[in-house]
């Protein structure tokens, strides 16, 4: 075993890359270890029940809840996208980057201010009523949103942006010689569409709403707000109020599997495809320009998800955040918290994109076969509850830290205590594992786009592997890794479960801060917070948009 | 690049510097570890401070509190463990992460059953678990906790997870009065009879009251207080759209939980810790604890608020606490059992 990996190893082309690649896997997967032994404390006693009454509807409504937001956020983010990258309507060019603006709004702010605006007497039934001449809220029916309906609406409508950038991205990208013929072919629009387009972009939306799913089955917030009990809600039920820790690293690990199944699944079902998209690039087909009720329909069509997933509950953020701040108590804190949501979102970025780099390289050169898996391990942080993820670490980090406490002790007589997990190192760390996914999977569809003859080309100039990557690469990568770094540290400044549980003694995010006031029942305190957040993850956004603009227009 | 790499030195700078661990042990502080929002009892730390000069810092874990504590071992900066309900607090106790403390100020303080007898935990202070009913559409004004199975409230019902503590406890306590197959039958009605999913907290239940959805819920005490005492226009609208019932247990007692305290066991400045919680069972500070956050003290004779003292005399249930957490995990699987959450 040992003088084969030694052998695949000298083989491999980098095997430094290599190394930091297997390096990285191991670190991500060691909060996954640390759960497999948790895990094997259990006696397994809690099964029966669990299995029983439990884990049935668990697993139904996590399948339903999927199942709902996978179709939702598809159409969604796959309509508006064909319609922004092939039609011309009234407001395109608007949409175009407006449509990504709900990936700024946390799934858990969004479900506060739905129930707020949507309760009767919120401002939506008041309104109505009044319209209505209705003094009696009874009088007025609307469905209840603490509901398997009302989770996959608000889930939908705000995490359809995966979809519709990765879906928008590849309609662009499209050959227009392909869809062209369909047309002279006699086919009309909805034909090619469906018969051309969409199969040609399945990849693309495939990840997409992959992306989308996991943050369903992360959420905690929403999900918990709305009544959804879901696994992940299992999970934390089965460790807080059945008390025990090793049942919910068992379900943690057996919804893992889960998945790891799935994932598997999809890249069988979409094996020797892979050359689809990988075609020279072409002519961006020309855009039709839609007329009369078919360009309202499609300015309508656009219209509505930018409202439901951003404009309605920012709007009524910052309607609360306003009110708050004239009335004047706005609190000190908030320029520190919001100061250490950009400091620890900005530091994970930074690894997860230097980590993102020499995992991707290491796919590209390695030729040991022991990348490539590797890297697939390294990214399994995303499917892996926020809290869960934070149990597993919690033991591993606080034992290093204890272990080089208790050994500077011995040696030197130096106090070094929690050095990690009694720092920011723990967040920045939690959040690498968490999304490291994220920036991998966008570097290596920008890899995807550099030709192998480059690096053919720059090797026998004579640079080594590190002057390839940084001297040509690099440069070359930039919209991808813009476009990676941005989505990370967005997720990294919404994340709620791991930065509740592993932030350093006396430090607070913008996160924290909108769940501590939630859980006292003044959500108000919490719209400054909120909005903030909101605020800060818009501009990234946008540059996001841009990015992802550019990087289609000049290839 | 090398504009970028200097810049990258910068940022590492300041984080470095943002990011230092906090030096365990320093003069004249204690740290508070909490799941429970510790801004509600900030002012008692306040007072604390100014009387002390010990400075209180205090993290608000909500979920995995002794886990984390467990985990970080000898080197936790943890001094005081804070936790609602008796089942979290002697969670901690379980998993190791307390030390005994004995105090003759805090033994007087606390009546006995609200104690640990070796010192492991102590109460601060107590809430009682009440039905909010809709001032105009109920008319009754004493009802049994057992009534609210009861057809006449079907699709009028709101709660809370049945997953929550405060209500694992109430459950709890009610398979001691009746037997875990009565239990079974009560947690049944009342799930026939919800409005809708158990879900959120308790000042929802009183809001979907005003809102029509439901006429009667379950909710805590102090919320009432919260609702009613403190300036907030909207939520004042919610606290005086109720009234409150005290539900009573066979024998006329009310369910009653706590908020407790331990002191950690490796905590790095042990006798701040138990000035701490000498001083928050102080008479003032128990006072002060009823006014802030409108909950029943535990020590004897400290004044009630008035807005708690009009909901009515509290009779506390006669089951001891301890006999209640001992049902706890009974009731999580009734719970999932009957599908409460479903």
């Known amino acids: ?68 937001v996978g179709l939702l956020t598809g159409i969604i983010g796959v309509g508006t996208a064909w319609l922004v990258a092939t039609a011309n309507f009234p407001g395109r060019r608007f949409f175009d980057w407006a449509l990504l603006l709900p990936l700024a709004i946390p799934t858990y702010i969004l479900a506060y201010a739905y129930l707020d605006l949507l309760h009767p007497l919120g401002p939506i039934q008041s309104a109505l009523r009044a319209f209505l001449g209705i003094s009696d809220p009874r009088a007025l029916h609307f469905p209840e949103l603490r509901s398997m309906g009302g989770a996959i609406f608000l889930l ?97 690990l057996f919804m893992l599997t889960l998945v790891i199944l799935l994932f598997l699944l999809e890249r069988w079902a979409r094996k020797g495809q892979r050359f689809v998209t ?48 004239i009335s004047g108590d706005i609190s000190a804190a908030l320029f520190r918290e919001t100061a250490n949501t950009i400091l620890f979102a900005g530091l994970a970025t930074l690894a997860t994109i230097l980590a993102g780099i020499l995992v991707a390289y290491a796919i590209r050169t390695d030729r040991s076969g022991l990348a490539a898996p590797a890297s697939r391990i390294a990214s399994i942080g995303y499917a892996i509850p926020g809290t869960v993820l934070a149990v597993g670490l919690l033991w591993p980090l606080a034992s290093f830290d204890n272990a080089i406490d208790a050994a500077f002790r011995q040696w030197f007589g130096i106090h070094t205590g929690l050095l990690i997990s009694g720092s920011g190192a723990a967040l920045v760390l939690a959040y690498t594992i968490r999304f490291l996914a994220v920036s991998v999977n966008g570097i290596e569809a920008g890899y ?12 026998s100039l004579g640079e080594n592997s590190f002057g390839t990557l940084r001297k040509v690469h690099l440069p070359m990568l930039r919209p991808a890794l813009g476009g990676a770094a941005i989505l990370v540290f967005v997720d990294c400044m919404k994340e709620l479960p791991a930065t509740l549980m592993l932030r350093p003694f006396g430090v607070e995010t913008l996160a924290t801060h909108i769940y501590a006031e939630a859980v006292r029942g003044t959500y108000e305190d919490g719209a400054i917070a909120a909005i903030l957040v909101v605020l800060a993850g818009l501009l990234p956004v946008m540059l996001l948009a841009r990015i992802s603009r550019n990087a289609i227009a000049t290839p | 690049m090398s504009r970028f790499v200097f810049s990258l030195a910068i940022f590492a700078a300041i984080a470095a510097g943002a990011m230092a661990p906090l ?49 970080e071992g000898a080197n936790s900066p943890a001094d005081i463990l804070m936790s609602v309900d008796i ?16 105090s003759e100020a805090l033994n007087a303080a606390i009546p006995a059953n609200l104690r ?7 109460a601060l202070s107590l809430r009682a678990r009440l039905f909010y009913v809709s ?63 158990p879900a959120g907290g308790d000042r929802e239940v009183a809001r979907d009251i005003l809102g029509g959805i439901c006429d009667i819920g379950v909710g805590n005490s102090y919320y009432v207080g919260l609702m009613r005492g403190r300036k907030n226009e909207e939520q004042n609208k919610w606290g005086a759209a109720i009234n409150v019932i005290l539900p009573t247990f066979p024998g006329g007692g009310t369910h009653v939980n706590i908020s407790g305290a331990s002191v950690a066991k490796n905590a790095p400045n042990k006798a701040n810790a138990i000035k701490l919680l000498e001083f928050l069972l102080s008479p003032e500070a128990q006072a002060a604890y009823a006014k802030v956050n409108y909950e029943y003290p535990v020590r004897p004779g400290a004044q009630i608020d008035p807005i708690i003292v009009a909901l009515g005399t509290l009779k506390t249930d006669e089951i001891d606490l301890r006999a209640i957490a001992k049902n706890r995990k009974l009731a999580a699987q009734l719970a999932d059992k009957v599908g409460f959450d479903q």
């Open chain 2, 135 to 197: 001032k105009d559409r109920v008319k009754d004004t004493a009802l049994t906790y057992a009534d609210l199975a009861d057809p006449k409230w079907k699709g009028k019902v709101c709660i809370r997870s049945g997953q929550h503590p405060y209500n694992t406890a109430l459950i709890a306590a009610y398979i001691n009065h009746y037997g875990e197959e009565k239990a079974e039958a009560w947690l049944k009605g009342i799930k026939a009879n919800l409005a809708r999913r």
């Open chain 1, 448 to 459: 995807a786009k550099i030709s192998p003859s480059v690096d053919h080309a720059a090797r």
């Open chain 1, 1 to 68: 075993m040992a003088t084969s990996l030694l052998r695949a190893f000298r083989s491999s082309g980098t095997p430094g890359f290599t190394l930091s690649t297997l390096l990285i896997a191991a670190i991500v997967v060691s909060p996954v270890v640390a759960l497999v032994y948790i895990a094997s404390a259990g006696s397994g006693d809690l099964w029966p029940q669990l299995t029983a009454y439990v884990l049935p509807s668990a697993a139904a409504n996590t399948a339903g809840l999927l199942t709902g």
């Open chain 2, 116 to 122: 640990d007898k070796d010192g492991h935990w102590f």
């Open chain 1, 156 to 252: 939908g409508f705000v995490l359809y942006p995966y979809v519709y950038l990765a879906a928008r991205a590849s309609f662009l990208m499209q050959n227009a010689a392909a869809l062209e013929a369909a047309r002279v072919l006699g086919a009309g629009r909805g034909e090619v569409f469906f018969r051309v387009a969409l199969p040609l972009a399945r990849p693309a939306i495939v990840i997409g709403v992959t992306l989308a799913l996991l943050e369903a089955l992360n959420d905690i917030g929403a999900t918990e707000f709305l009544g959804v009990r879901t696994l992940t809600i299992a999970i934390y039920s089965t460790w807080l109020n059945r008390s025990s820790l090793p049942g919910a690293a068992q379900i943690s």
């Open chain 2, 23 to 71: 030096p365990a042990h320093a003069q004249g502080e204690v740290n508070v570890y909490t799941t429970r929002e510790p801004k509600l009892i900030q002012p008692l730390f306040d007072l604390f401070t100014k009387e002390t000069g010990i400075k209180v810092n205090s993290i608000f874990i909500e979920k995995g509190m002794a886990e984390r504590v467990a985990a």
């Open chain 2, 87 to 102: 089942g979290n607090v002697l969670d901690s106790v379980a998993r190791g992460v307390t030390q005994s403390v004995q």
């Open chain 1, 278 to 325: 990988a075609g020279k690039r072409a002519q961006t087909p020309a855009r039709t320009t839609l007329r009369g009720p078919k360009a309202i329909a499609a300015t309508l069509a656009c219209a509505l998800p930018l409202v439901i997933g951003f404009l309605a509950p920012a709007a009524y953020l910052a309607d609360r955040a306003i009110r708050k701040a």
